[in-house]
T-cell receptor
Framework: DVKVTQSSRYLVKRTGEKVFLECVQD?????MFWYRQDPGLGLRLIYF???????EKGDIPEGYSVSREKKERFSLILESASTNQTSMYLC?????????????FGDGTRLSIL | GEDVEQSLFLSVREGDSSVINCTYT??????LYWYKQEPGAGLQLLTY?????DMKQDQRLTVLLNKKDKHLSLRIADTQTGDSAIYFC????????FGTGTRLTIIP
């Protein structure tokens, strides 16, 4: 079974702090994704990566950056956390599409910015 | 851009069938998915359907796709308390676009 592990289930940080959210997958997937989930808005794509050292902006990248130094690890960085970044953050991975390769999700990190 | 819409809430009596509906706008969708999110957890892939199919059945789950109307539905037969969750539909073209999620509540 695919395992996507997010390092923290709950995190509380202060406004202005630099925040790191870590995600690791164990299935040698090429593709990794970061979403945020807010009530009534569903999941919105922040950043994604199709390969090591490669990153692409999603729909809402402002205020975030990412790092993919190794294939199995994809980090989301909040450069200077703000209260409107309080949310549930979900990481996902998938194999490169040859037919249908669904995304597999971690359990999420609930981040609160005070 | 692509848009995927769902009702936010659905309540169903235990033992009845649940039908969760979804509409989307992208006519280039290749696959459509249903994910389930239980409290405090990430999203779990339930089932998917290729865009040239009309129906897919998997045990208690039936997916219906009306490509002309861009309408997708998930039917859960004999709904149980363990089916309480948020259900997301998602459509895939170049990337995955999710709906807002439907919170399914089971009435005993």
């Amino acid at each position: 079974d695919v395992k996507v592990t997010q390092s923290s289930r709950y995190l509380v940080k202060r406004t202005g702090e630099k925040v790191f959210l870590e995600c690791v997958q164990d299935m040698d997937h090429e593709n990794m994704f970061w979403y945020r989930q807010d009530p009534g808005l569903g999941l919105r794509l922040i950043y994604f990566s199709y390969d090591v050292k490669m990153k692409e902006k999603g729909d809402i990248p402002e205020g975030y950056s990412v790092s993919r130094e190794k294939k199995e690890r994809f980090s989301l960085i909040l450069e200077s956390a703000s209260t409107n970044q309080t949310s549930m953050y979900l990481c996902a991975s998938s194999a490169t599409d040859r037919s249908n390769q669904p995304q597999h999700f971690g359990d999420g990190t609930r981040l609160s910015i005070l | 851009g692509e848009d995927v819409e769902q009702s936010l809430f659905l309540s169903v009596r235990e033992g009845d069938s649940s039908v969760i509906n979804c509409t989307y706008t992208d006519s280039s969708s290749t696959y459509l998915y249903w994910y389930k999110q239980e409290p405090g957890a990430g999203l779990q892939l339930l089932t998917y359907i290729f865009s040239n199919m009309d129906m897919k059945q998997d045990q208690r789950l039936t997916v219906l796709l009306n490509k002309k109307d861009k309408h997708l539905s998930l039917r859960i037969a004999d709904t149980q308390t363990g089916d309480s969750a948020i259900y997301f539909c998602a459509e895939k073209d170049e990337k995955l676009t999710f709906g807002t999620g439907t919170r399914l509540t089971i009435i005993p």
